[in-house]
């Protein structure tokens, strides 16, 4: 397998799209939604695209916009176009929505749920799986994991003003995630008693 999953941070990132069809317009809300600059070259733009800021250009200009991007999206019915714009994009991150291979990006099926996001790759084997995979996941993942995360978050930055070794850290993070008293103040969605409790839990430390 050819492929690894990585993040990529996409804020103020310029992404050049050809194409206007229905995946064309789905990788352009995603990379808008995280607060890409993005510009399309096709026919008509999808009136939400616009209001998101998207900017509609011709494919005319094709050269100029995969200069501009730092990210070029071939979401295109136009085969002889899209490989011109494949070809010219060089070393660029390239994403090839008809055939991901010749690219060196893949745009996964994602989902999020609270500050979690998951994503899932089937190396291209069944898109229709991805979609069966993620309402699967969904189905498991609760408002209490939602919560413990934030939890975690929380204590890992309280427990920094105090320990300074990371392995130790470590440890207490995972007696505060087994701990009982805990646990029920999370099942009882008690989210600011149990941010207390944990303040108190830390203080203990200190004075140890």
Known sequence: ?????????????????????????????????????????????????????????????????????????????DEDLSEHVSEISGDKLINRADYPDKGNVIVPTSFSIGDVEISIFTNGKSPLMARQLRKKIQSIITDEDIIEIELQDYTRLRLKDVIEDQKERREYLYQIFENEKINDLVKNNQIDDAKIYIDNLIRGLNDT
């Open 1 to 77: 397998m050819d492929w690894t999953s990585i993040y990529l941070k996409t804020s103020n990132l310029n992404v050049f799209i050809l194409g206007t069809g229905e995946v064309a317009t789905r990788r352009a809300n995603r990379f808008l939604d995280h607060g890409a600059n993005v510009k399309l070259a096709g026919g008509n733009l999808d009136m939400g695209l616009s209001d998101k800021g998207a900017e509609l250009c011709s494919v005319d200009d094709v050269d100029k916009l995969v200069e501009w991007a730092d990210l070029v999206v071939v979401a295109s019915g």
